[in-house]
């Protein structure tokens, strides 16, 4: 059963010579993809927005999921929309640009890579969190009490710097822990494999993204050899549908115009 609107998985139709998979973030759904798949198919790309296993519908259903579950899902739908468009790129705000980026990194076949507020690891609580709760060996009385936590608030809900794009976002109020050790595991992971990506990448990130540092951006453009990397000055994390939303859209859009090419 689907969480609410915007929590399914959506094609929009395009000229069928480009496909484009649009992957959401975190304890996101396909709500955060669903504008810019919008402005793609109005551009002529043919999209499919997925649906991450255990997104969308209970928290309990994340906590049950592995990383090589998104994946699985990510790389179905990238074969599902081979089978119609000449050339498949794939685009994907946080967890979806790690889902991505480790994608390419083992399928030439992806023919670009959107990187979209991307984390290869986080700062603050958020890291002290991660390291106490997905650590095999947690210890001291913080690590002991943390590792018995199933699920953080996200007290702050989503960190979009629009209202009511934060307020209609339908996301997960909570973040399993066992889930959370699954991205901790998948951002290593991607972090390892940047070199082996030689396809056409475009990074976009926000300078005041409160949940993905920003100098990620700078690393993954590094070790990707990305062609294109803008840091937005106003949005925070969730750049897909925050008020720089129609940047996001137009840099993704021109990028995919220049850097894929479809052999007739």
Request: aromatic share 6%.
């Amino acid at each position: 059963m689907a969480l609410g609107p915007g929590t399914d998985a959506f094609d929009l139709a395009g000229d069928g010579e480009i496909g484009v998979v649009c992957v959401h973030g975190f304890t996101g759904t396909p709500y955060e993809m669903r504008y810019l798949g919008e402005q793609l198919a109005h551009a002529g790309f043919t999209v499919h927005g997925v649906r991450l296993p255990g997104h969308g519908t209970r928290v309990a259903d994340l906590e049950a999921t592995r990383w090589t579950d998104w994946e699985d899902a990510v790389e179905d739908a990238f074969d599902t929309l081979a089978m119609l468009c000449k050339r498949v790129a794939v685009v994907g705000q946080s967890l979806g640009g790690l889902l991505a980026l480790h994608l390419a990194s083992r399928r030439p076949d992806v023919a670009a890579v959107g990187s979209l507020a991307t984390p290869l690891w986080f700062e603050g609580m958020a890291a002290r969190a991660a390291r106490a709760l997905t650590s095999k060996t947690t210890a001291g009385f913080t690590g002991a009490v943390l590792s018995r936590i199933e699920f953080l608030p996200k007290l702050a809900g989503s960190d979009c710097r629009d209202r009511r794009a934060r307020h209609d976002n339908p996301g997960y109020r909570s973040i399993p822990t066992r889930a959370l050790g699954q991205l901790a595991e998948l951002m290593e992971l991607t972090n390892a494999a940047l070199d082996r990506v030689t396809q056409p990448v475009l990074v976009l990130h926000a300078r005041h993204d409160h949940t993905a540092p920003v100098a990620c951006a700078a690393v993954i453009a590094e070790r990707t050899h990305a062609v294109r990397t803008r840091i937005l000055e106003r949005s925070y994390h969730v750049i897909a549908v925050d008020v720089e939303r129609d940047i996001v859209a137009a840099e993704v859009s021109a990028f995919l115009r220049r850097h894929i090419t479809c052999a007739t």
